[in-house]
């Protein structure tokens, strides 16, 4: 599976964007889908995860303002984004995990076996 994603850009604080990942091949509702993002000069960490059933959860710096989801007929996941802070600046990344089931938390880098490439989001 290759996963691209799109979508980035500059925008105002207080601004929205909306991220798109596309798969090369379809990803079955079986597939656990997640966004990641990296900050320049710090970890990778998690901000949104869509379960197989697609129930969702968020991380707490972006609860309320971020919403997961995803389009199963055109394989492309979402990453709708509001009031955005400068602290939201990073490389955004798409994740995949195929497997039907894992002890590792959902918004873990280690859970995921497919990475997109990743689109820059700058909010200044």
């Known amino acids: 599976v290759q996963l691209v994603e799109s979508g980035g850009g500059l925008v105002l604080p207080g601004g929205s964007l909306s991220l798109s990942c596309a798969a090369s091949?379809?990803?079955?509702?079986?597939?656990?889908m997640a966004w990641f993002r990296q900050a320049h000069g710090l970890e990778r960490e998690g901000v949104a995860f869509?379960?197989?059933?697609?129930?969702?959860s968020y991380a707490d710096s972006v609860k309320g303002r971020f919403t997961i989801s995803k389009d199963n007929a055109k394989n492309i996941l979402y990453l709708q984004m509001e009031d955005l802070k400068p602290e939201d600046t990073a490389m955004y990344y798409c994740a995949a995990d195929p497997r039907p089931s894992s002890n590792v938390p959902p918004l873990s880098v280690e859970r995921y076996q497919y990475w997109g490439q990743g689109t820059q989001v700058t909010v200044s």
């Open positions: 091949t379809s990803t079955p509702n079986t597939y656990h």
């Open positions: 869509r379960d197989t059933d697609g129930t969702t």
